[in-house]
């Protein structure tokens, strides 16, 4: 489907502001950013993951679709067009950036599509993912990441590393298996162990990839 707005100008200017909420923190002494540009109703639980992952830890930027329904349909931006000036800020003040997207994969598929172009951040987040018991593939073509414009790519470095969890993977992250509902008012109770184990997971390769790069 066709995103209704072809660049987050586009969205800004037509888009009444109560159906969506942007957040954002720069870390002052981490070269980290994480994203959620598709977060709250758009991509389920993405913004949960960036919060939790960023913590105090990393610098964050965060849009989430705040309408009761058709989110994705009406807030849905791909990242090749994600001129948000603030997003940009922040993505070119860092020196290394993960964002995190929802996709639905077939059924029961519990999988972390792993795209962008910083090819050894990509080997890092898969062996610490793949060493907690987490599924990881390579993105398919359409969930790459690779291109220069995607937003995921615009650091200091020109690479990030883009994640798409698949639907059954994101619901395994709450505490039962409703997951429309959450996705506007998702709160630590409804977390899953398994959510925190996901996110410890991405936090220490982060770590890892930074010390790597800088030493």
Known sequence: MADKYQSMSQLYANEPQKH?????RKHPNSPVL???PHGGG????????????????FSLFDFAGRMSAGNFKNLHV????????L???LSTAASFSLSFH?????????????????????EI???????????????PPHLSGLGEDNIVNQNKRGKGVQLELTTSLRKSFISHSIL?????????????????????AIKSALFELVELELN
């Open 20 to 24: 969506y909420q942007v957040s954002h």
């Open 34 to 36: 994480i994203l959620s």
């Open 42 to 57: 758009i991509e389920a639980l993405t913004s949960d993951l960036a919060r939790e992952v960023a913590g105090d830890d």
């Open 78 to 85: 791909t990242s090749r067009h994600y001129d948000c000036m």
């Open 87 to 89: 997003a940009k800020r």
């Open 102 to 122: 929802g996709c639905r994969g077939k059924d029961e598929e519990k999988i972390t599509f792993l795209g962008g172009g910083d090819s050894v951040g990509r």
């Open 125 to 139: 987040v898969q062996r610490h993912l793949e060493q907690a018991g987490f599924n990881v593939e390579d993105a």
């Open 180 to 200: 429309k509902g959450l996705l506007n008012r998702s709160s630590a109770k409804n977390f899953s162990p398994l959510f925190y184990k996901y996110c410890a």
